[in-house]
């Protein structure tokens, strides 16, 4: 806290006296709910709307009947591009058994990501886990309409593992699958109740590969984070 | 086929009908002045449509050209005029969505707190642009026009935003025999006009212009109607500037067979 | 280039003039209209969205005082800290000690316009820190010593053979306008400085009060970078950028990216509230909020109030026609197009013309109908304009103009007299019916445009003498 707060709460104290009529009457305009989801809802699969816009993102989408398969497609995309070293979450907050033997089976290092706290080993650290060429995580939720992937981070779960690589795998389970953003926010907020972020210091939507059109406009993937995104979906 | 218009003034006064409406015809200070025509056209639209049409004397314009510029006491001079005159009209009628939109839109910030609040209320209620009367309030979408040629329609920007039009128009001019409507690439998209805008920002106004004429090229169409006489002389101006066969004309131009009793 | 130096009417013709200007501008705010338009027609109700989007907005702005209040103090029980800054100094010096005191040689930034607005790269640099914006369009914006012209689109003024040019310069890149080798090379230049950086500065999207957490929405990656891999993160954020409770982000997120770049969500968002528990394995062990006045309590109090509500989405730039012929640069601020218009004058008085910029609209009313929040801009661009009158900054001429204007028009006899006299000289002017050259300052309108000669006879006149013939004829 430091002296400001005060003066600039009086000032907006001041201001408000003139427009909090104005905008308490433009605050009950509307309601404030969030829709569910925002697009027309046919009785689509929502597995397959997820692949289907995910796939129009440019990513790819991988739907198996159970979690051996998802670990079979997961070995498949690791060893197709040739990736040696990961960097993911810890294998239980994956949820997919035998996922450590098969990487171990296929020749994959997997790096867990520990940040300590002085200056000189958190750059060594991270100097260390940039050779990664992919990165593995589970979910919290997909949300479909958008192909939107839904991260909280926490014990076990490092941000880094959706990001500093080319490649992106995320895993998750059909059941995990909700249509709109309106709904996975629910959802997270009943299932963390009541302080969704007491645990997690942050929570990531991610919608597709990293992209820029800063130049003249034209689409470029991978520009900072992942260009090749795989989401594998099973149950 | 030749097509014989004769000038509005020398044509026979149409037949009385038993008007039951009765409406207040306002034509704004750029049609008094500069294009009596479209004053004329409007009203001989609304007498067809049994409307007995009364021009009040001493109007002279709604105040928007001061209110635009900021210049907002000067507005109000004219306006507070303007408002006297067309206390207890009835329905008042512009042939303009841009006198429309200031009376509709704009004179509640202009005239709240005054005298005149209410007034401007009552009178804002009132107003009318041509087409959506026709269509919206008499429900007429055949007024029987005919042109023989290509029209593109230009939706001028505060008819289209402020009240709404744009689709009265596009009905009308569907009804209009012989005529082609052509699809008009931007036509959402402003002419550049924008009052004083148009002198103060000129080489902004000009580059919005030429892309304006460049979309206007780009379609087949042998006369561009738009619903705004400033609009419509922005355009015509550039059009026969560059040489342009095509002719620009007010909506109610079209409407009313005048297509040719005016120059340009 | 320092833009704001010079008189908006030169900027104006500059911007007009560049033709690599005029092609990038007219490709980028097509590609924009085009996308958001696709992703509005396949949302079922966009104006229910865009209608709570508003009220949710107006809601927190309502309480703004209590709403900060909730924010700081839920970030400081995560152990985040809250700056409260006035104005841009204090908040610029709170982050140059911070940086000092912590030891940072290198800080890395993502886009915030906040941070724009307060030069803090300036301050920053002055200090001797190394500072590296990693927002690709930014970064290149940076290497040319340049400001940003779009929000969303930092760098849509320049052609890839200009940034070709840039980072062969600056970063030995070979010769090629292969734009996935252009955006390779930044990856790789930034990416050791995301290593290496010990303070990441981000901007705000949105404060989220009851959840004690900022909202940062981006596309490439580097703000997630840039607000993990540092030990120290600090967030800028206006302070009316907030909302009141996570579920409002399931409308504003969807208006945010449908609304900048036709997406249905932006790739990343991150949501961050505070720094990384003692379980976590990474993340930031310091999160400082800057919660940055500079202005906007002012402006809570006046006529102009509801420019609050914009959530910065740019689509009001590439609606205007104006900004569509002119780019950003020529409003001389940080923020530009209609948006821009209002703001800068706000928050940036001290800039030459900016009483002006206002007048850059023809009011046609595009940015508004394109507004997710749907900002009456025309109306307060009216506003301000009155302002500047007010304030006696109109030119003299029009002064007179205007008064005599209304004194005409405020009397009959006054108008059709000054209407004889119009009608007499633009027909004498007019050759075939049309007016080639009119004398100054109505010599604006006849460079490029034809005028009408006013009527022989006006409507009133007509109508007059058809009421007395109608009327004959009755009888
Ligand atoms: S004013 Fe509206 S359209 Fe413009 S940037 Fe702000 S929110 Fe977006």
Redesign the pocket.
Known sequence: MNDAREAMLGRIRQGLANNRAFLEREALAAPHTPPPFVHPAGDDDLAERFAAELRKLAAHAHLCADHDAARAVLCDILVAAEVRRTLSWALPAIELPGLADDLMRIGVERHDVSIAPTAAERTAHLHELEPATACISGVDALIAESATIVLLSGRGRPRLASLLAPCYIAIARRDQIVRGLGQAIARLQQHAAPDLFADHSSLTFITGPSRTADIEMTLALGVHGPRDVHVIIYG | MMQVTVPYEEQEPPVPIAATRRATLFVSCIVDQIYPEIGLATAELLERQGVRVVVPDGLTCCGQMAFNAGFRAEAAHVATRTLERLRDGGDIIVPSGSCGAMIRHLYHELFAGTPQAALAEQVMHNTYEITEYLVDVLGVSDVGARYAGKIAYHDACHGLRFIGLGRQARTLLSHVADAEIVPLAGCEQCCGFGGLFALKQRAISEAMLADKLADIASTTCDLLVTGDASCMTQIAGGLSRRGSPVRARHIVEVLANSVDARRG | MATHSIAFHERVDRALDDGSLQTALSRATDRFVTNRANALALVDDFDDLRARGRAIRASALAQLDDVLVRLSERIEARGGQVFWASDGDAARQYIVELARARNVRTIVKSKSMASEEIHLNDALEAAAFTVVETDLGEYIIQLAGETPSH?IAPCIHKTREEISELFQQHLGMPATDDIPTMTRTARTVLRQQFLRADMGISGVNFGVADAGAVVVVENEGNARLTTTAPRIHVAVMGIERVCERLEDLGVLLQLLAR?ATGQKLSVYTSILSGPRRADEPDGPDEFHLILLDNGRSQIMGGDYAEALL???????LNACPVYQSIGGHAYGGVYSG??GAILTPLLQPELRDVHKLPQASSLCGA?QS????K?A?PDMLLRLRADAVAAGKADAIERIAMAGWSQAMANPALYRAGGKLASLGTRLLAREGRIGWLPPPLDQWTRQRDFPPFAPRSFTELWAERQRRSAGDGQ
Not at chain 3, 310 to 316: D, E, L, P, Q
Not at chain 3, 370 to 373: D, K, R, S
């Open positions: 929000i609304s914009c959530i910065r989405c740019g689509a009001c209609p948006i940015c394109a507004c997710p929040v900002i801009i």
